[in-house]
């Protein structure tokens, strides 16, 4: 995990459960009257071949094109034999256009995240759980984006079960029940035990996962959890875009980092007049 998680909180043990359910998908729907059993359908598994051995893994560009156009660089210089995005394409930044072009163009499978859902069906579910700045970032997104985009946004599935020759994989924005419950905690402990918990809910080799923007890995019981980290807005107090690669024969990931232009994006957010915030903590990686 991240150092950044490897804080000692002296916190009592009922603030460590209300931060442990905080995140669930659960708790985030029972705030919106909601449960998992109303929403179930809507979360289905898509099951998808692929015959490949060492894959790409990225996720939450977020709009930010200059750190995703640096990771495709950085990504056509090594070796590998697919692309998979773990969703949030939109949001945040300003030039979705170009970042869903992009995705489209080079992944062999993408699932839809929090943010990508909350543009093309605001009224249903995630938009208002959206916090100031991202509903501002995702109004200026969803003011240039054409059919185009909005129609290859739509037909992005929930959640896929991708098999290998080499090993079983889950792809999930957020966790294994839906695409906006977080796999997080404020202490290592908690934030292990939540993983811990996410790969009992699956049956494949793998669970790779995003929405957090901290990249990790942990094995458990035989299981594997995979963050690539974020593409376009870190959280880990590295500034640098992040993404991985997975051997699935040897089991080994490679948890990579790229620097890129943040100047620029900040330049962008500035000329759309998004809350400057959005720009500034891309230098601190928080």
Same mark, same amino acid.
């Given at each position: 995990?991240?150092?950044?998680?490897?804080?000692? /909180?002296?916190?009592?043990?009922?603030?460590?459960?209300?931060?442990?359910?905080?995140?669930?998908?659960?708790?985030?729907?029972?705030? *919106?009257?909601?449960?998992?059993?109303?929403?179930?359908?809507?979360?289905?598994?898509?099951?998808? *071949?692929?015959?490949?051995?060492?894959?790409?893994?990225?996720?939450?560009?977020?709009?930010?094109?200059?750190?995703?156009?640096?990771?495709?660089?950085?990504?056509?210089?090594?070796?590998?034999?697919?692309?998979?995005? &773990?969703?949030? &394409?939109?949001?945040?930044?300003?030039?979705?256009?170009?970042?869903?072009?992009?995705?489209?163009? %080079?992944?062999?499978?993408?699932?839809?995240?929090?943010?990508?859902?909350?543009?093309?069906?605001?009224?249903?579910?995630?938009?208002?759980?959206?916090?100031?700045?991202?509903?501002?970032?995702?109004?200026?997104?969803?003011?240039?984006?054409?059919?185009?985009?909005?129609?290859?946004?739509?037909?992005?599935?929930?959640?896929?079960?991708?098999?290998?020759?080499?090993?079983? &994989?889950?792809?999930?924005?957020?966790?294994?029940?839906?695409?906006?419950?977080?796999?997080?905690?404020?202490?290592?402990? %908690?934030?292990?035990?939540?993983?811990?918990?996410?790969?009992?809910?699956?049956?494949?080799?793998?669970? /790779?996962?995003?929405?957090?923007? %901290?990249?990790?890995?942990?094995?458990?019981?035989?299981?594997?959890?995979?963050?690539?980290? *974020?593409?376009?807005?870190?959280?880990?107090?590295?500034?640098?875009?992040?993404?991985?690669?997975?051997? /699935?024969?040897?089991?080994?990931?490679?948890?990579?980092?790229?620097?890129?232009?943040? *100047?620029?994006?900040?330049?962008?957010?500035?000329?759309?007049?998004?809350?400057?915030?959005?720009?500034?903590?891309?230098?601190?990686?928080?």
């Amino acid at each position: 995990m991240s150092d950044t998680q490897d804080n000692d /909180l002296q916190i009592s043990q009922e603030e460590r459960d209300k931060q442990t359910k905080v995140v669930t998908s659960e708790s985030i729907l029972e705030e *919106s009257g909601t449960s998992v059993d109303e929403v179930k359908d809507m979360f289905a598994t898509t099951k998808i *071949s692929l015959d490949a051995k060492r894959i790409v893994v990225f996720s939450d560009q977020h709009s930010n094109y200059e750190a995703f156009k640096a990771v495709w660089e950085d990504i056509q210089t090594r070796e590998y034999d697919a692309i998979v995005c &773990l969703g949030d &394409l939109v949001g945040y930044y300003t030039d979705p256009v170009e970042v869903v072009q992009l995705t489209k163009k %080079i992944t062999d499978v993408c699932v839809m995240g929090n943010h990508d859902f909350a543009l093309v069906e605001p009224e249903k579910l995630l938009y208002t759980t959206l916090q100031e700045g991202a509903q501002a970032a995702l109004d200026h997104n969803k003011g240039v984006v054409s059919k185009d985009e909005t129609d290859y946004i739509k037909s992005l599935p929930m959640k896929v079960e991708l098999t290998t020759p080499y090993a079983t &994989l889950t792809l999930v924005h957020g966790d294994p029940l839906t695409i906006f419950g977080y796999i997080y905690g404020i202490t290592t402990e %908690i934030f292990k035990q939540s993983i811990i918990n996410a790969l009992d809910m699956v049956d494949t080799d793998y669970l /790779l996962v995003g929405h957090t923007h %901290i990249q990790g890995e942990l094995t458990y019981d035989g299981k594997m959890y995979v963050n690539p980290g *974020s593409v376009g807005q870190p959280r880990d107090k590295d500034f640098r875009a992040a993404y991985a690669i997975i051997d /699935l024969e040897k089991r080994e990931n490679e948890l990579i980092r790229v620097e890129y232009d943040i *100047s620029k994006v900040i330049g962008k957010v500035h000329q759309c007049s998004l809350p400057h915030y959005l720009g500034s903590r891309l230098l601190t990686g928080e």
